[in-house]
């Protein structure tokens, strides 16, 4: 279904591997077990870790070979559609590139591998200077303490170091912070998503002493934090086109098997035409996604932040349209627990506020308008 | 110039189209009065003609340009830079050019193709009828044998330009016996004769540009049918294809300037009555940004696709529907922004062009038309009585 422009060779047989671990390793018998309590990330995560795909992205140039933005997206349509246990876009995208990319490689390895679990505050999008710019969701104090809270952050609960964009004056820093630091409070939320536990940190004072800074923590951190927080919309958006097409797959099948009326209901012009609207949501929202991911490899400036922006805001939508339209279309089947169609709709829920509320996002493409 | 690297050849178009388009002729709408648009449409399409920029996709054996999609998509996104207007023959060129280099005879080619682009012959689309819209292989107009040619009764309605039009490829039923589609044939007709009387129609917006054309023994030369007896069907399924093509890329990526005039309405609007500025409609202008964004992704991956000869699925159907729907809306939040200006004489073009928009689901394939085709595309069973 997907266009390929942009795409590497290499990029075909990746996807097809990565789709034959993902059948093997994260069926969705594995998304019942998350929700009954195995714990996660489970064994798919780390399966999924053991064979690499977790080194997918990096901030450097990676040679000729390494996958580009655009090829962990669509790859990332994989992860997506089988809901794997784990915060593929978060780390794949975001933690383990700008840990190497400040030379915390001993992390960025662990993390890699799958024995170790960083969990993100996600810095914050928004618009001043005529560009795009992402708050910290901390600061560093004078006394060199840090404070600051998040909502909504992956595995927070699961994690044993938490990855702290911190305002400092005007500058960007990165450090990691042990989870069980002094200071540092970290309360789970309401499992909503169990293959995507979230939770609330709150840093209240934490000592210098607990704080590892990824760099120097008086040079400025922006433009690499810039670039991986961009990466991980783009793949973020990925996932959510990959939950999208596989809900619209499975509705296309149900109501194309499902009679009333002595008739398939896909038969109907109101199911077709709600799934025609679900379809033209998810095609718009993988035009843009991948437009914006290839500009990203192509390193273009600011001028498709206002894209990258909007894409965030069409995926987050289309894969919500498309839950919607397949479980209406399911009747009381799409209502049951059984159906599964929830499990994406949970996942749609909770990623939609990712890396900020979509009132958030919509308030920095207004400032961008002019 | 097939050969020119692309940046190089649309600096040269950039430069040609800041020389060669007045002021007066840049973001015409729809909604622009016709005594305005129509003129304006006809010379600047003679010209592109004059200039050597016109039938870029053309054959240079019949005065096209042979360009790549490259250079194609390079020349329409100049245009609507410049806020240029719509060649007045695009429906010749655009559409039946393309159907004519694809099945014409050398014969036809030559003695219809060179006129066309130069704007010295202008086309019309003789497709719909009265009793055949969206069902349009319910078509009733017949042509009978008459000598080497035929004679043409019926009622063709919506053609849009027939006034001034100089030909009109015509859909006539052949073989009332044969299944609806194979009765089918595509033919030229000539405009300026006794048999052929145009009655004009006036839209929603209150302009004409649309008429009911009546046919009561028109004379058809036999040179003058396209393709074979009975192949219309397949004719017109390709000409509704290449409808989707760069012309419907330029009226798309035109949307973008749109936009840009809305948000140019909302703060000179503002500075009179500052409550009613960017804030208050804050919402509707996100959401129509990403409308326009999406549109604009879509459409140039639909031309990268083509480009390249990978399918294209129902993708120009979401783009038809995307791109009549957005611009609805778009319209639509430009009257609320008027609000109690919207009978402002120096607004009028948007609001009639807001009219004109309601055509835009209507035309080209309705949206429940374009719906059933995705939905066709996606797999669903069909829904009609056998």
């Known amino acids: 279904m997907s266009g390929l422009a942009g795409v590497s060779e290499q990029h075909r047989l990746l996807r097809q591997s990565l789709r034959e671990l993902l059948d093997d390793a ?78 915390a490689t001993a992390l960025a390895d662990a993390v890699a591998a799958g024995t170790e679990l960083v969990a993100a505050l996600m810095p914050a999008p928004g618009w001043g200077d005529g560009g795009l710019r992402w708050s910290a969701p901390a600061l560093r104090r004078p006394d060199g303490t840090l404070s600051g809270r998040a909502a909504g952050v992956a595995f927070g609960a699961q994690a044993a170091h938490l990855l702290v964009p911190v305002g400092s004056g005007d500058r960007l820093a990165v450090a990691c912070v042990p989870a ?98 679900a379809f033209g949501a998810i095609e718009l929202a993988r ?76 308030a920095a493409i207004r400032r961008g308008l002019r | 110039m097939a050969n020119e690297d692309v940046a190089a050849f649309r600096a040269r178009f950039r430069e040609w189209v800041a020389g060669a388009l007045p002021e007066t002729w840049r973001d015409l709408t729809r909604g622009t009065p016709e005594e305005v648009l129509l003129p304006a449409r006809r010379a600047w399409g003679e010209r592109l003609h004059a200039g050597g920029w016109a039938g870029a996709g053309w054959p240079p054996a019949y005065g096209g340009l042979g360009l790549t999609v490259e250079h194609q998509v390079a020349l329409v996104e100049e245009q609507v830079r410049a806020g240029a207007p719509e060649p007045l ?37 003789g497709f719909s009828e009265p009793q055949a819209g969206s069902d349009l ?55 300026d004769q006794p048999g052929v009387s145009v009655r004009p129609l006036r839209n929603i917006a209150g302009s004409s540009e649309f008429n009911e054309v009546f046919l009561d023994d028109a004379r058809i030369e036999a040179g003058q049918l396209v393709g074979d007896l009975g192949q219309g069907w397949e004719l017109a399924a390709y000409a509704l294809s290449v409808e989707r093509g760069l012309s419907f890329a330029e009226r798309a990526l035109k949307v973008a300037r749109e936009f840009e005039r809305l948000l140019d309405m909302v703060d000179g609007l503002a500075s009179e009555d500052p409550g009613r500025g960017a804030e208050r409609f804050a919402e509707r202008l996100v959401d129509a940004f990403v409308r326009t964004r999406t549109l604009h992704a879509l459409v140039v991956e639909i031309i990268d696709r083509s480009a390249r000869g990978e399918p294209l699925g129902s993708l120009p159907s979401v783009a038809k529907l995307h791109w009549s729907e957005s611009h609805q809306e778009l319209l639509r939040l430009g009257l609320d922004v008027l609000g109690q200006r919207v009978g402002d004489p120096e607004h009028q073009d948007w609001v009639r062009a807001f009219l004109f928009s309601r055509g835009e689901t209507i035309y080209g394939g309705t949206s429940e038309i374009q719906r059933n085709v995705i939905a066709k595309g996606l797999g669903l069973p069909s829904g009609r009585a056998a």
């Open chain 1, 26 to 103: 994260s069926p969705i018998t594995r998304v019942h077990d998350a929700y009954a309590g195995s714990p996660v990330p489970g064994e798919a995560w780390d399966a999924l870790a053991r064979a690499g795909w977790l080194s997918l992205a990096t901030d450097d140039d990676g040679g000729p070979d390494a996958p580009t933005t655009l090829d962990v997206a669509i790859l990332a349509e994989e992860t997506g559609a089988r809901l794997l246990a784990g915060p593929f876009a978060h780390t794949a995208a975001f933690t383990i590139p700008l840990l190497r990319g400040s030379g």
């Open chain 1, 287 to 362: 035009s843009l996604a991948y437009r914006v991911a290839r500009s990203l490899d192509d390193g273009d400036g600011d001028g498709d932040a206002r894209d990258l922006l909007a894409s965030r805001v069409q995926c987050a939508s289309a894969v919500m349209t498309a839950c919607e339209a397949a479980i209406q279309a399911h009747g009381g089947y799409g209502f049951a627990w059984e159906q599964e169609l929830h499990f994406f709709y949970r996942r749609a829920i909770v990623d939609r506020a990712q890396p900020a509320p979509p009132d958030d996002v919509r």
């Open chain 2, 137 to 191: 292989a319910g078509l009733r107009t017949r042509a009978i044998p008459d000598g080497d040619g035929w004679l043409v009764r019926g009622q063709k309605v919506w053609t849009t330009y027939a006034h001034c039009a100089d030909h009109c490829y015509l859909l006539v039923r052949t073989d009332p016996d044969a299944p609806r589609h194979a009765g089918i044939s595509m033919m030229i007709l000539d405009m």
């Open chain 1, 180 to 277: 069980g630091a002094a200071g540092v409070t970290v309360t789970a939320d309401a499992v909503l998503d169990a293959t995507r536990p979230t939770a609330t940190v709150v840093l209240e004072g934490v000592a210098p002493g607990e704080v590892r800074w990824l760099g120097d923590p008086d040079a400025d951190a922006a433009a690499a934090v810039d670039r991986c927080a961009r990466r991980f919309v783009a793949v973020l958006d990925g996932e959510a086109i990959g939950a999208a097409d596989e809900v619209l797959r499975r509705t296309v099948a149900y109501v194309s098997e499902r009679r009333q009326f002595g008739v398939p209901i896909g038969s109907f012009q109101a199911v077709k035409h709600r799934l025609a609207d």
């Open chain 2, 89 to 125: 023959n695009s429906n010749g060129v655009e559409i039946f050019g393309p159907v004519l280099i694809r099945y014409g005879s050398e014969a036809q080619k030559l003695r219809y193709l060179p006129p066309m682009l130069a704007h010295r012959e202008l086309w019309c689309q």
